[in-house]
Structures are given as structure tokens and as C-alpha cells.
């Protein structure tokens, strides 16, 4: 049972670069997250999704795109990557009415 | 009316003492404040959470703290030991929430 998986760990991109974060989930939790940090500004929500085939925009959506086509599976997407999306990546799986599981996050470095 | 204010940014305590870390809220709607803790490297995980029924909730030395008509809880880490130095969490979710709304974090370092 490994939870929530994100993959990968880390990752350096030259600025415009296109990458995918993958987040893989096996508890059947309807509700995925995803997440930025940086330093002082805490946890920040890119995107969301509250069930298979459905995405919805956080705080931060700009420069993302999401897609979950399978329940399981929650992808992010970076189409051109700016250094200003260098972050700590973390996905978050929800069982309805309870707190979040998170992954154990994917360093990006865009140069 | 989202935002969820968490206090101080960091906290040194002496190995045996309390650590306190407060947050405060506006959203009379939320139901469900967690925190989570987290090591560097690793991702945030849940270590206790309170429903407005009832002021304090305590699980081994973590107690948390519910004033609903402040609209403030509290973390109460009780004979705090070095392995607790972590940046603490809090959060917030309205029933049937769809997404939690998180303080910005608190870095605990408790000195031996």
C-alpha cells in the first residue's frame, strides 16, 4: 500500500521546457490536489479535482494545466516552464469529509 | 474571508518546554481544523485535528485548543523534544469541503 506516489522526485528544466509531474494514488479517494511551496508563503493550491474527468483552478492556476482521466492518477503539467516555477511540487489525495494524504513531493528547478 | 492566519513564523523552545503556535480564522463556515507537520524532504502529514463540538483535543502531548467565539485554535506541543523541530501547519475546511485552506507555516526548532 503505498499511498500517494509522485514521480518524479526531482527535476531540473531549462526555461521553456515542457515537463508533466505525475500523481498516483491507491486508497480510491475521490479528491486531488495539487500543491505548490516556496519558502515563507506556505502551501499554495494549483489545481484540484474532486472526482474522474473533473479539474478545477486554486490560488495559483496560471502557467498549469491538469488533467484526470483516471481516477487513480492526478498529472501536471508544465507547458513552458519559467524559472518562477521553481518549487516544491506536492500532490494530495482526500477521503470526503477528512484531511489530506500527501506525497512526498518533486523538487523542480527551472534555470 | 478564506485565509487562515498562523503565528509566529518560527519558534525556538528549550528541549521540556511548551511550544504554542496559534491561528486564526474568519470563515464561520469552517467545521474542520487540522494540523499538519512536516520534515524537511518529506511531505506534510496529519498529526491531530478538531470539529467545533468540542474546545481541546488532546492526543499524547499534542493538544489542540478551539475558541469558537474567537475564532481561534492553538497547537499545544507539551515537553517538547528535538524530534518535534518541524514546520507545523495549520488548516481549515468548511463541511463537505472541497479543499482545506492552510496557515503559512510555523518552524518549530526545539533546542536540546
Known amino acids: 500500500n503505498a499511498g500517494v506516489t509522485q514521480t518524479p522526485k526531482f527535476r531540473v528544466l531549462k526555461t521553456g521546457q515542457s515537463m508533466t509531474l505525475l500523481c498516483a494514488q491507491d486508497?480510491?479517494?475521490?479528491?486531488m490536489y495539487w500543491y505548490r511551496q516556496d519558502p515563507g508563503m506556505g502551501l499554495r493550491l494549483i489545481h484540484y479535482?474532486?472526482?474522474?474527468?473533473?479539474?478545477a483552478k486554486g490560488e495559483v492556476p496560471d502557467g498549469y494545466n491538469v488533467s484526470r482521466l483516471k481516477k487513480q492518477n492526478f498529472l501536471l503539467g508544465l507547458e513552458s516552464a519559467a524559472p518562477s516555477q521553481t518549487s516544491v511540487y506536492f500532490c494530495?489525495?482526500?477521503?470526503?469529509?477528512?484531511?489530506?494524504?500527501f506525497g512526498s513531493g518533486t523538487r523542480l528547478t527551472v534555470v | 474571508q478564506q485565509q487562515v492566519k498562523q503565528s509566529p513564523q518560527s519558534l525556538i523552545v528549550q528541549k521540556g518546554g511548551i511550544s504554542i503556535i496559534n491561528c486564526a480564522y474568519e470563515?464561520?463556515?469552517?467545521?474542520?481544523f487540522p494540523w499538519y507537520q512536516q520534515f524537511p524532504g518529506k511531505g506534510p502529514a496529519l498529526l491531530i485535528a478538531?470539529?467545533?463540538?468540542?474546545s481541546e483535543k488532546k492526543e499524547g502531548r499534542f493538544t489542540i485548543s478551539f475558541n469558537k467565539s474567537a475564532k481561534q485554535f492553538s497547537l499545544h506541543i507539551m515537553d517538547s523534544q528535538p524530534g518535534d523541530s518541524a514546520t507545523y501547519f495549520c488548516?481549515?475546511?468548511?463541511?463537505?469541503?472541497?479543499?482545506?485552506?492552510f496557515g503559512t507555516g510555523t518552524r518549530l526548532l526545539v533546542s536540546p
Open positions: 494530495a489525495t482526500r477521503e470526503d469529509g477528512y484531511g489530506y494524504t
Open positions: 478538531i470539529r467545533p463540538d468540542v
Open positions: 488548516a481549515a475546511g468548511a463541511m463537505g469541503f472541497q479543499k482545506l485552506v
Open positions: 479535482s474532486v472526482g474522474e474527468g473533473t479539474t
Open positions: 470563515n464561520t463556515a469552517f467545521d474542520y
Open positions: 486508497m480510491n479517494h475521490e479528491y
